[in-house]
């Protein structure tokens, strides 16, 4: 069972590119999340869908735009990438959209903006 | 501002102590859920406590929620090098049930 992948695992970019980071889950999931991870900053929640063909924002939205075309897919795009978004980030997903149940975490992607 | 706040930050000890962290807030939580996180990885759930006082244990690790739900601990008895990694709790507050995540304890056991 391979539950959330993420894609790339770790990225050099360039200031002012383009960036998508791929999330997959083959859990059925109804909600997925997107993080970043930054120290001493713990986890902040950028954006989340409740269920395919909803998103909406969360924390720290700025910069970044997903889409949930399907159930198994939430890719984050960066479309002008900035140096303050050097951090890793987490897909997540859940059963329901209800803050009850596990969260479900993938490896991270490690992305770095020179 | 943060809500749930996670003490001690940085804790290290040797492979057979105890030790006790702690998950404090003003706010009332519905629920409390506790991850662990080892390097290089997505944080796991442990556990996930929902009722004011409840204790639930996994192994050599037990969980409590305050009678208020305000707080909760985590302690381990008998740490192993294998318990190293960064413990996160996360609570769901709020009409919202908005969750709320804390900065974690990172935990080093040493052998």
């Known amino acids: 069972i391979a539950g959330i992948t993420q894609a790339p695992t770790s990225q050099i970019l360039a200031a002012g590119r383009r960036m998508t980071l791929r999330c997959t889950q083959d859990m059925r999931h109804n909600a997925m999340y997107w993080y970043r991870q930054d120290l001493g900053l713990g986890l902040r929640l950028i954006h989340y869908s409740n269920t395919a063909g909803t998103t909406g924002k969360g924390e720290v939205p700025d910069g970044y735009s997903v889409s949930r075309a399907n159930t198994d897919d939430f890719p984050l795009t960066l479309a002008s990438a900035v140096p303050s978004q050097t951090s890793v980030y987490f897909c997540a997903s859940r059963m329901d959209r209800a803050n009850t149940g596990e969260l479900f975490f993938g490896e991270g992607s490690r992305l770095t903006v020179l | 501002t943060q809500l749930l706040e996670q003490s001690p930050q940085f804790l290290s000890i040797q492979e057979g102590e105890n030790l006790t962290v702690y998950c404090n807030s003003s706010?009332?939580?519905?629920?409390l859920q506790w991850y662990r996180q080892e390097p290089g990885e997505g944080p796991v759930l442990l556990v996930t406590?929902?009722?004011g006082g409840e204790v639930k244990k996994l192994k050599r690790l037990t969980f409590q929620f305050g009678d208020a739900r305000k707080d909760s601990s985590l302690h381990i008895t008998a740490a192993q090098p294998g318990d190293t990694g960064l413990y996160l709790c996360?609570?769901?507050?709020?009409?919202?049930?908005?969750?709320?995540w804390g900065l974690g304890t990172s935990l080093a056991v040493n052998p």
């Open positions: 406590v929902v009722t």
């Open positions: 996360a609570g769901v507050a709020g009409n919202n049930r908005k969750l709320i």
């Open positions: 706010s009332v939580f519905s629920s």
